[in-house]
């Protein structure tokens, strides 16, 4: 992978956004070599997370060097890096936490490097990552995430200003409302906006220019006109595959799995989003 520009000011004025990447699932993101198990035995991937391992190197060595031109970068890691043991589910490649560990170290330690330490973790459902998230909080000090000032190294929710002090400000977390009804996914996106700016009046905060979701495994986005340019609210798409639940699930049954990332820019006048979506 190439590597990214030095840093020629300190304005931040580019933020790279992936999400549930479930890495330790059969269907999650895991490095072309697989990875050695704690019992002695190896786990190579499928043929799909093959192909899924081949566009995520597409993804952070041709698209993001491209859209990003060649500058800077940060990276949030949304939510679910790792799969965890849940709900009685068969697809883990293994229950034991620390050989998923070492599938999500290989996939992140590289990302790390390219955006030179200005990596963040939001923590993700309590079903993959633990009750308050303890599994991705490991994860995420192993990685050196940027700590938040309680010391978390995954947090609950981040706060950033891209495009230096009068930049925009954006909102991370990971969890959001679902549909099973493709007429309405865009509701609770927009509602999340809605939420924001309400909060934001009644207590004469600064709301947020873009909000920023996970958890759906699908990519959408809303974008309205406002005093700044736009204000923006997206759900991000994953890197796993179609599951065996998702087969059962209104609305699932008949989607495509959604694997991809997204781009916060900052230009000439006001904050840019771009999705990457395969």
Same mark, same amino acid.
């Given at each position: 992978?190439?590597? @990214?520009?030095? $840093?020629?000011?300190? %304005? $931040?004025?580019?933020?790279?956004?992936?999400?549930?990447?479930?890495?330790?699932?059969?269907?999650?993101?895991?490095?072309?070599?697989?990875?050695? =198990?704690?019992?002695?035995?190896?786990?190579?991937?499928?043929? =799909?997370?093959?192909?899924?391992?081949?566009?995520?190197?597409?993804?952070?060595?041709?698209?993001?060097?491209?859209?990003?031109?060649?500058?800077?970068?940060?990276?949030?890691?949304?939510?679910?890096?790792?799969?965890?043991?849940?709900?009685?589910?068969?697809?883990?490649?293994?229950?034991?936490?620390?050989?998923?560990?070492?599938?999500?170290? #290989?996939?992140?330690?590289?990302?790390?490097?390219?955006?030179?330490?200005? /990596? /963040?973790?939001?923590?993700?459902?309590?079903?993959?990552?633990?009750?308050?998230?303890?599994?991705?909080?490991?994860?995420?000090?192993?990685? #050196?995430?940027? %700590?938040?000032?309680?010391?978390?190294?995954?947090?609950?929710?981040?706060?950033?200003?891209?495009?230096?002090?009068?930049?925009?400000?954006?909102? /991370?977390?990971?969890?959001?409302?679902?549909?099973?009804?493709?007429?309405?996914?865009?509701?609770?996106?927009?509602?999340?906006?809605?939420? @924001?700016?309400?909060?934001?009046?009644?207590?004469?905060?600064?709301?947020?220019?873009?909000?920023?979701?996970?958890?759906?495994?699908?990519? @959408?986005?809303?974008?309205?006109?406002?005093?700044?340019?736009?204000?923006?609210?997206?759900?991000?798409?994953?890197?796993? =595959?179609?599951?065996? /639940?998702?087969?059962?699930?209104?609305?699932?049954?008949?989607?495509?799995? %959604?694997?991809?990332?997204?781009?916060?820019?900052?230009?000439?006048?006001?904050?840019?989003? #771009?999705?990457?979506? %395969?």
């Amino acid at each position: 992978m190439p590597k @990214a520009k030095k $840093l020629r000011r300190k %304005q $931040l004025n580019n933020v790279v956004v992936v999400s549930d990447l479930h890495c330790g699932c059969g269907m999650g993101l895991i490095h072309r070599d697989g990875v050695k =198990l704690d019992a002695g035995g190896h786990y190579k991937p499928s043929r =799909l997370q093959l192909q899924v391992f081949d566009w995520w190197e597409e993804f952070w060595g041709e698209w993001i060097p491209k859209v990003t031109h060649g500058e800077p970068y940060a990276v949030v890691v949304n939510g679910d890096s790792i799969e965890g043991v849940h709900h009685k589910a068969t697809t883990p490649i293994s229950a034991n936490l620390e050989d998923q560990a070492r599938v999500v170290f #290989r996939i992140l330690e590289p990302i790390t490097e390219l955006c030179e330490g200005r /990596f /963040f973790m939001v923590r993700g459902t309590p079903a993959h990552v633990g009750p308050d998230a303890y599994d991705e909080e490991k994860v995420a000090r192993h990685l #050196r995430a940027k %700590q938040n000032t309680d010391g978390q190294y995954a947090r609950f929710d981040l706060w950033l200003r891209v495009g230096g002090e009068k930049g925009g400000l954006v909102h /991370f977390n990971h969890h959001i409302g679902t549909t099973a009804s493709s007429h309405h996914e865009t509701s609770a996106i927009n509602a999340e906006l809605g939420m @924001a700016f309400c909060e934001a009046g009644r207590w004469r905060d600064e709301p947020p220019d873009i909000v920023v979701r996970s958890h759906r495994h699908r990519c @959408a986005e809303v974008r309205l006109p406002s005093r700044n340019g736009y204000a923006v609210s997206f759900v991000t798409a994953a890197w796993q =595959l179609k599951t065996p /639940f998702l087969y059962k699930v209104a609305g699932g049954r008949m989607t495509l799995p %959604q694997i991809g990332g997204s781009l916060i820019r900052m230009g000439d006048e006001e904050l840019h989003t #771009r999705h990457w979506v %395969q």
